[in-house]
């Protein structure tokens, strides 16, 4: 496995969680990484995104509450979630990107925020 992802759970709403990817297994050097996520019948959906030079972008819904942050040395990804919702429940899936485009994902990790 190239990208392996863990830190999913249930959570209260309100709760915080942090999520990691290690992608200490891929052959690939990875420009950008980042979270998806896909809940029950929608499409899967951009979370967070850093790239080698630590820029970020967040989807609208969670910004202020998410923080993505890497670690270039250890070819790791993390994304804080704090304040989570009801509707931040879902699959979320680690995926990195190459220079050339060469995309690879992470299995998911599910998140389920309910109280």
């Known amino acids: 496995v190239q990208l392996q992802a863990s830190g999913g759970g249930l959570v209260q709403p309100g709760g915080s969680l942090r999520l990691s990817c290690d992608a200490s297994?891929?052959?690939?050097?990875?420009?950008?990484m980042g979270w998806y996520r896909q809940a029950p019948g929608k499409q899967r959906e951009l979370v967070a995104s850093?790239?080698?030079?630590?820029?970020?972008t967040y989807a609208d819904s969670v910004k202020g509450r998410f923080t993505i942050s890497r670690d270039n040395a250890k070819n790791t990804v993390w994304l804080q979630m704090n304040s989570l919702k009801p509707d931040d429940t879902g699959v979320y899936y680690c995926?990195?990107?190459?220079?050339?485009?060469?995309?690879?994902w992470g299995q998911g990790t599910l998140v389920t925020v309910s109280s």
């Open positions: 995926q990195g990107r190459t220079i050339t485009l060469i995309t690879i």
């Open positions: 297994g891929s052959r690939f050097t990875l420009n950008i």
């Open positions: 850093i790239s080698s030079s630590g820029s970020t």
